[in-house]
């Protein structure tokens, strides 16, 4: 079974609209960490946001903000007043438990924002 | 600080070569892990480095192999190559690869293709 699912392959956006991207996750560890990666066409991940399985607010970092529900495993992503610099594939990924463990990535979103 | 880099930025080699690429972590991060990243297999695990040693490994056959040296620079080889190995290596560096919280930085990742 997937440990990460994104289920849109696409999304398109209006500049300065919000958009949401969709994450859900399977895990039985208590304690995992989310996180969200931007990769634009150079090819280079750049980080976003990380969500911890104990935080109890959700994360937010500028126009980022995930949106966690634990109980029905989702971090969807959050993105506010879309820009065209947005336009982007976008990765959910997780990290499980409290040893050394890897990431383990979604097949990601391809977002397109539009003038 | 300076971020993660990888050399080459791109490589094109023939069937049955081999290739050596390089990954400079940043400044003070022990962790290096290594990612290959293709069209149909999205973002897949090669084998993470600390301090020298590798502590995690994925799925890859034996022809994929690295090694991290006392500044913690990490190599990956990648011998005999077939027309599949054509993909984009990322490398991700962390400061002790821990579970949970800890985050990955991404280099902007080397593009192989195999002729």
């Known amino acids: 079974a997937q440990k990460i699912t994104q289920t849109q392959p696409g999304m398109f956006v209006q500049e300065k609209e919000a958009v949401t991207l969709d994450c859900t996750y399977d895990?039985?560890?208590?304690?995992?960490?989310l996180f969200w990666y931007k990769q634009p066409s150079s090819g280079e991940m750049i980080f976003l946001i990380y969500?911890?399985?104990?935080?109890?607010q959700n994360a937010t970092e500028g126009r980022y903000s995930l949106n966690f529900q634990k109980a029905r495993k989702s971090a969807n992503l959050v993105i506010s007043a879309s820009q065209l610099g947005d336009s982007a594939m976008y990765f959910c990924?997780?990290?499980?438990?409290?040893?050394?463990?890897?990431?383990?990535f979604g097949k990601g979103t391809m977002l397109l924002v539009s003038p | 600080k300076a971020g993660v880099t990888q050399t080459p930025r791109y490589l094109i080699k023939t069937r049955g070569q081999q290739v050596t690429l390089s990954c400079s972590p940043i400044s003070g991060h022990r962790s290096v892990s290594w990612y290959q990243q293709t069209p149909g297999q999205g973002l897949q695990f090669l084998f993470e480095y600390f301090s020298e040693t590798q502590r995690n490994k994925g799925n890859f056959p034996g022809r994929f192999s690295g090694r991290q040296f006392s500044n913690s620079r990490s190599e990956m080889n990648v011998s005999t190559l077939e027309l599949g190995d054509s993909a984009l290596y990322l490398c991700?560096?962390?400061?002790f690869g821990a579970g949970g919280a800890e985050t990955q930085y991404f280099g902007p990742g080397t593009r192989l293709l195999v002729l």
């Open positions: 969500q911890g399985s104990y935080d109890e």
């Open positions: 990924a997780m990290r499980e438990g409290r040893g050394y463990s890897t990431l383990t």
């Open positions: 895990t039985s560890d208590q304690s995992y960490g």
């Open positions: 991700a560096s962390s400061p």
